[in-house]
């Protein structure tokens, strides 16, 4: 069971969401305003938020902003009823880890947050595998779930460091974009490579001193991603 809280002032959708997810044994608070909403969220708690783009009181972006700020990394799926990739990249690009455009599937809502919940589970159910990971100036603590470059910290999202850790852990093994679908979103829909693509250049652009030239994080032309091998 975890608590879910949904901004979304459409309150159709929002009743709909909210019957799916107690269906399956959620908590569920629901706001209908942006400036409510985040101020619950960052004075409650909460293991997923469910925001809409488009909001009263704070949009969603700035809400999503807010959140990150505060240094709070956990889960935040998007909706929106814009289908432009632009403000889909932006919603990503902000701090979200995923998003969906209206009208969706609920079938397929209620997949994705429960793949958020099985990622949630896994990382905190992980006590074996503590061991600090590093690569020249790059250090990447998982227990903490800590990145620094040198002296400074690096503020991830919960998939940028899962992305960062996986491929970090395997130096020199290239994932395709379908397999970090599975390991780390824990679905696979054909179509969504651009979500991978958003959350690498958004990793690249934090880790990376010239995102257009990585040292960490390398593409594997025609194939997908994969972690520097060579010193």
Same mark, same amino acid.
């Given at each position: 069971?975890?608590?879910? &809280?949904? %901004?979304?002032?459409?309150?159709? %959708?929002?009743?709909?969401?909210?019957?799916?997810?107690?269906?399956?044994?959620?908590? =569920?608070t629901h706001f209908d305003n942006?400036?409510?909403?985040?101020?619950?969220?960052?004075?409650?708690?909460? $293991?997923?938020? %469910?925001? @809409?783009?488009?909001?009263?009181?704070?949009?969603?972006?700035?809400?999503?902003?807010?959140?990150?700020?505060?240094?709070?990394?956990?889960?935040? &799926?998007?909706?929106?009823?814009?289908?432009?990739? $632009?403000?889909?990249?932006?919603?990503?690009? %902000?701090?979200?880890?995923?998003?969906?455009?209206?009208?969706?599937s609920v079938k397929e809502l209620?997949?994705? =947050?429960?793949?958020?919940?099985?990622?949630?589970?896994?990382?905190?159910?992980?006590?074996?595998?503590?061991?600090?990971?590093?690569?020249? $100036?790059?250090?990447?603590?998982?227990?903490?779930?800590?990145?620094?470059?040198? $002296? !400074?910290?690096?503020?991830?999202?919960?998939?940028?460091? @899962?992305?960062?850790?996986?491929?970090?852990? !395997?130096?020199? =093994?290239?994932?395709?974009?379908?397999?970090?679908?599975?390991?780390?979103?824990?679905?696979?829909?054909?179509?969504?490579?651009?979500? =991978? !693509?958003?959350?690498? !250049?958004?990793?690249?652009?934090?880790?990376e001193k010239d995102p257009n030239?990585?040292?960490?994080?390398? *593409? *594997?032309?025609?194939?997908?991603?994969?972690?520097?091998?060579?010193?």
């Amino acid at each position: 069971m975890k608590d879910i &809280l949904i %901004i979304e002032d459409e309150h159709d %959708i929002a009743e709909l969401i909210t019957l799916h997810l107690k269906s399956l044994g959620h908590r =569920v608070t629901h706001f209908d305003n942006g400036k409510i909403g985040y101020s619950y969220a960052i004075s409650n708690p909460w $293991d997923i938020m %469910i925001l @809409d783009l488009n909001l009263p009181g704070l949009s969603g972006i700035e809400v999503c902003q807010k959140v990150r700020a505060k240094e709070v990394n956990k889960p935040i &799926l998007m909706l929106t009823a814009n289908s432009e990739e $632009d403000d889909k990249i932006l919603g990503l690009n %902000i701090g979200a880890d995923d998003y969906m455009t209206k009208p969706f599937s609920v079938k397929e809502l209620t997949a994705r =947050v429960s793949a958020m919940v099985r990622r949630a589970d896994i990382q905190k159910s992980e006590t074996e595998d503590h061991k600090e990971l590093v690569f020249r $100036d790059l250090l990447v603590d998982k227990k903490k779930r800590k990145v620094t470059i040198g $002296d !400074n910290r690096v503020e991830l999202t919960p998939k940028e460091f @899962d992305l960062l850790h996986l491929l970090m852990s !395997n130096p020199g =093994v290239t994932y395709s974009r379908k397999d970090l679908l599975n390991q780390i979103w824990s679905y696979d829909f054909d179509g969504y490579d651009h979500t =991978v !693509n958003s959350h690498i !250049n958004r990793l690249r652009s934090k880790v990376e001193k010239d995102p257009n030239t990585p040292e960490y994080v390398l *593409t *594997t032309w025609g194939v997908g991603y994969r972690f520097n091998d060579f010193e």
